[in-house]
Antibody, heavy 118, light 113 residues
Protein backbone atom coordinates (compact mmCIF):
# COMPACT_ATOMS: atom_id res chain seq x y z
CA UNK A 1 0.00 0.00 0.00
CA UNK A 2 1.25 3.45 -0.90
CA UNK A 3 1.87 5.87 1.99
CA UNK A 4 2.92 9.49 1.91
CA UNK A 5 3.86 10.99 5.28
CA UNK A 6 4.44 14.72 5.50
CA UNK A 7 6.30 16.82 8.04
CA UNK A 8 4.48 18.74 10.74
CA UNK A 9 2.80 22.11 10.89
CA UNK A 10 4.88 25.26 10.55
CA UNK A 11 4.43 28.86 11.68
CA UNK A 12 6.48 31.34 9.71
CA UNK A 13 6.94 35.09 9.53
CA UNK A 14 6.38 37.00 6.28
CA UNK A 15 9.43 37.07 4.04
CA UNK A 16 10.88 33.82 5.35
CA UNK A 17 11.10 30.36 3.78
CA UNK A 18 9.40 27.07 4.60
CA UNK A 19 10.52 23.58 3.61
CA UNK A 20 8.09 20.67 3.84
CA UNK A 21 9.01 17.03 3.44
CA UNK A 22 6.99 14.08 2.18
CA UNK A 23 8.33 10.55 2.64
CA UNK A 24 6.82 7.90 0.43
CA UNK A 25 6.66 4.13 0.75
CA UNK A 26 4.87 1.21 -0.82
CA UNK A 27 6.09 1.65 -4.39
CA UNK A 28 9.27 2.27 -6.32
CA UNK A 29 10.06 5.93 -5.74
CA UNK A 30 11.41 6.67 -9.19
CA UNK A 31 8.41 5.17 -10.99
CA UNK A 32 6.03 8.12 -10.50
CA UNK A 33 6.19 11.87 -10.43
CA UNK A 34 5.35 13.63 -7.19
CA UNK A 35 3.05 16.62 -7.05
CA UNK A 36 2.47 19.44 -4.57
CA UNK A 37 -0.97 21.00 -4.14
CA UNK A 38 -2.00 24.03 -2.10
CA UNK A 39 -5.33 24.40 -0.32
CA UNK A 40 -5.93 27.76 1.33
CA UNK A 41 -8.47 27.85 4.19
CA UNK A 42 -11.95 27.15 2.89
CA UNK A 43 -10.66 27.20 -0.68
CA UNK A 44 -10.10 24.78 -3.51
CA UNK A 45 -7.08 22.85 -4.70
CA UNK A 46 -4.25 24.54 -6.56
CA UNK A 47 -1.42 22.67 -8.27
CA UNK A 48 2.02 24.10 -7.47
CA UNK A 49 4.41 21.84 -9.28
CA UNK A 50 5.85 18.38 -9.71
CA UNK A 51 9.12 16.51 -9.74
CA UNK A 52 10.15 13.43 -11.71
CA UNK A 53 12.35 11.61 -9.15
CA UNK A 54 14.12 9.54 -11.78
CA UNK A 55 15.24 12.45 -13.93
CA UNK A 56 15.16 15.16 -11.30
CA UNK A 57 13.15 17.30 -13.68
CA UNK A 58 10.58 19.75 -12.34
CA UNK A 59 7.60 21.65 -13.69
CA UNK A 60 6.17 24.57 -11.74
CA UNK A 61 2.88 26.40 -11.98
CA UNK A 62 3.38 29.86 -13.40
CA UNK A 63 1.89 31.44 -10.28
CA UNK A 64 4.59 29.94 -8.03
CA UNK A 65 7.51 30.10 -10.47
CA UNK A 66 10.49 31.74 -8.82
CA UNK A 67 9.28 31.11 -5.26
CA UNK A 68 8.87 27.33 -5.17
CA UNK A 69 11.47 24.61 -5.40
CA UNK A 70 10.55 20.93 -5.46
CA UNK A 71 13.19 18.24 -5.09
CA UNK A 72 13.34 14.48 -4.73
CA UNK A 73 15.90 12.53 -2.72
CA UNK A 74 16.15 9.00 -4.10
CA UNK A 75 18.30 7.87 -1.18
CA UNK A 76 15.46 8.48 1.30
CA UNK A 77 12.39 8.29 -0.98
CA UNK A 78 11.46 11.80 0.10
CA UNK A 79 10.27 14.82 -1.80
CA UNK A 80 10.66 18.36 -0.50
CA UNK A 81 8.79 21.56 -1.30
CA UNK A 82 10.42 24.86 -0.45
CA UNK A 83 8.40 28.07 -0.67
CA UNK A 84 10.23 31.37 -0.20
CA UNK A 85 9.28 35.01 0.36
CA UNK A 86 6.27 33.89 2.36
CA UNK A 87 3.25 36.18 2.63
CA UNK A 88 0.03 35.84 4.63
CA UNK A 89 -1.83 34.49 1.60
CA UNK A 90 0.50 31.50 1.61
CA UNK A 91 -1.27 30.32 4.75
CA UNK A 92 -2.65 26.98 3.63
CA UNK A 93 -2.49 23.23 3.87
CA UNK A 94 0.07 21.83 1.45
CA UNK A 95 -0.30 18.30 0.13
CA UNK A 96 2.06 15.99 -1.67
CA UNK A 97 0.55 13.40 -3.97
CA UNK A 98 1.70 10.74 -6.35
CA UNK A 99 0.27 9.80 -9.71
CA UNK A 100 -0.93 6.39 -10.87
CA UNK A 101 -1.54 7.47 -14.44
CA UNK A 102 -0.06 10.60 -15.93
CA UNK A 103 -1.26 13.56 -13.86
CA UNK A 104 -3.94 11.51 -12.00
CA UNK A 105 -3.34 11.83 -8.26
CA UNK A 106 -4.34 8.63 -6.51
CA UNK A 107 -2.41 8.82 -3.24
CA UNK A 108 -2.05 11.87 -1.02
CA UNK A 109 -0.12 12.84 2.06
CA UNK A 110 -1.99 13.92 5.17
CA UNK A 111 -1.25 17.58 4.52
CA UNK A 112 0.96 20.15 6.26
CA UNK A 113 -0.50 23.38 7.60
CA UNK A 114 1.70 26.40 7.07
CA UNK A 115 0.67 29.57 8.85
CA UNK A 116 2.29 32.84 7.81
CA UNK A 117 1.82 35.57 10.36
CA UNK A 118 3.82 38.39 11.86
CA UNK B 1 -4.85 26.78 -18.73
CA UNK B 2 -8.04 24.72 -18.63
CA UNK B 3 -10.55 26.31 -16.28
CA UNK B 4 -12.85 23.96 -14.39
CA UNK B 5 -16.20 25.13 -13.07
CA UNK B 6 -18.69 23.28 -10.90
CA UNK B 7 -22.32 23.66 -10.03
CA UNK B 8 -23.93 23.99 -7.64
CA UNK B 9 -21.57 25.42 -5.00
CA UNK B 10 -23.46 23.43 -2.41
CA UNK B 11 -26.47 21.19 -2.16
CA UNK B 12 -28.48 19.62 0.60
CA UNK B 13 -30.06 16.26 -0.09
CA UNK B 14 -32.16 13.97 2.07
CA UNK B 15 -30.67 10.64 3.03
CA UNK B 16 -31.48 8.08 0.36
CA UNK B 17 -32.09 10.72 -2.30
CA UNK B 18 -30.00 11.51 -5.39
CA UNK B 19 -27.24 14.11 -5.46
CA UNK B 20 -25.98 15.44 -8.78
CA UNK B 21 -22.91 17.60 -9.29
CA UNK B 22 -21.91 19.17 -12.57
CA UNK B 23 -18.44 19.99 -13.83
CA UNK B 24 -17.50 21.88 -16.96
CA UNK B 25 -14.08 22.36 -18.52
CA UNK B 26 -13.12 25.35 -20.66
CA UNK B 27 -11.51 23.01 -23.19
CA UNK B 28 -12.27 19.45 -24.18
CA UNK B 29 -10.48 16.83 -22.06
CA UNK B 30 -11.29 14.03 -24.49
CA UNK B 31 -8.10 12.60 -25.96
CA UNK B 32 -8.75 11.33 -29.46
CA UNK B 33 -5.82 8.88 -29.50
CA UNK B 34 -7.41 6.70 -26.79
CA UNK B 35 -10.96 8.10 -26.73
CA UNK B 36 -10.67 8.74 -22.99
CA UNK B 37 -11.82 11.73 -20.99
CA UNK B 38 -9.04 12.90 -18.68
CA UNK B 39 -11.46 13.86 -15.92
CA UNK B 40 -11.36 12.75 -12.29
CA UNK B 41 -13.54 13.29 -9.23
CA UNK B 42 -12.29 13.55 -5.66
CA UNK B 43 -14.06 13.52 -2.32
CA UNK B 44 -12.68 15.53 0.59
CA UNK B 45 -13.93 15.30 4.16
CA UNK B 46 -12.96 17.86 6.82
CA UNK B 47 -9.37 17.52 7.98
CA UNK B 48 -8.58 14.87 5.38
CA UNK B 49 -6.77 14.91 2.04
CA UNK B 50 -8.75 14.46 -1.16
CA UNK B 51 -9.65 10.89 -2.04
CA UNK B 52 -9.81 9.76 -5.65
CA UNK B 53 -13.28 8.43 -6.53
CA UNK B 54 -13.57 8.39 -10.31
CA UNK B 55 -11.14 8.62 -13.21
CA UNK B 56 -11.53 8.47 -16.98
CA UNK B 57 -14.77 10.33 -16.17
CA UNK B 58 -16.62 7.14 -15.26
CA UNK B 59 -14.23 4.50 -13.84
CA UNK B 60 -14.61 3.96 -10.12
CA UNK B 61 -11.47 3.69 -8.03
CA UNK B 62 -11.20 0.41 -6.13
CA UNK B 63 -13.41 0.41 -3.05
CA UNK B 64 -15.71 3.22 -4.15
CA UNK B 65 -19.35 2.19 -3.68
CA UNK B 66 -21.40 1.75 -6.81
CA UNK B 67 -23.93 4.36 -5.67
CA UNK B 68 -21.28 6.87 -6.81
CA UNK B 69 -20.94 7.21 -10.56
CA UNK B 70 -19.51 9.56 -13.14
CA UNK B 71 -20.59 10.41 -16.65
CA UNK B 72 -20.05 12.89 -19.43
CA UNK B 73 -17.63 13.59 -22.23
CA UNK B 74 -15.72 16.41 -23.84
CA UNK B 75 -16.40 19.43 -21.64
CA UNK B 76 -19.44 18.46 -19.55
CA UNK B 77 -19.39 15.96 -16.74
CA UNK B 78 -21.59 14.79 -13.89
CA UNK B 79 -21.00 13.04 -10.59
CA UNK B 80 -24.05 11.27 -9.22
CA UNK B 81 -24.64 9.80 -5.80
CA UNK B 82 -27.73 7.70 -6.38
CA UNK B 83 -28.76 7.28 -2.76
CA UNK B 84 -27.05 9.68 -0.37
CA UNK B 85 -25.59 8.16 2.77
CA UNK B 86 -24.37 10.04 5.83
CA UNK B 87 -20.76 9.13 4.99
CA UNK B 88 -21.07 10.91 1.63
CA UNK B 89 -21.19 14.33 3.31
CA UNK B 90 -18.09 16.00 1.91
CA UNK B 91 -16.78 18.44 -0.68
CA UNK B 92 -16.40 17.04 -4.19
CA UNK B 93 -13.86 18.33 -6.71
CA UNK B 94 -13.45 17.58 -10.38
CA UNK B 95 -9.99 17.69 -11.94
CA UNK B 96 -8.71 17.59 -15.50
CA UNK B 97 -5.52 15.65 -16.08
CA UNK B 98 -5.50 16.12 -19.84
CA UNK B 99 -2.68 18.61 -19.67
CA UNK B 100 -0.29 20.46 -17.39
CA UNK B 101 -1.11 22.50 -15.41
CA UNK B 102 -3.63 20.15 -13.90
CA UNK B 103 -6.60 22.14 -12.68
CA UNK B 104 -9.40 21.53 -10.23
CA UNK B 105 -12.95 22.74 -9.98
CA UNK B 106 -13.81 24.98 -7.01
CA UNK B 107 -15.67 22.20 -5.23
CA UNK B 108 -19.28 21.34 -4.36
CA UNK B 109 -20.28 20.86 -0.76
CA UNK B 110 -22.81 18.08 -0.19
CA UNK B 111 -24.81 18.11 3.02
CA UNK B 112 -27.76 16.22 4.45
CA UNK B 113 -31.09 18.03 4.34
Amino acid sequence: EVHLVQSGAEVKKPGTTVKISCKVSGYTFIDSSLYWVKQAPGRGLEWMGLVDPEKGETIYAEKFQGRVTITADTSTDTTYMTLSSLRPEDTAVYYCATESLARLLDSWGQGTLVTVSS
Amino acid sequence: DTVMTQSPESLAVSLGERATINCKSSQSVLHTFNNQNYLAWYQQKPGQPPKLLIYWASTRESGVPDRISGSGSGTDFTLTISSLQAEDVAVYFCQQYYSTPITFGPGTKVEVK
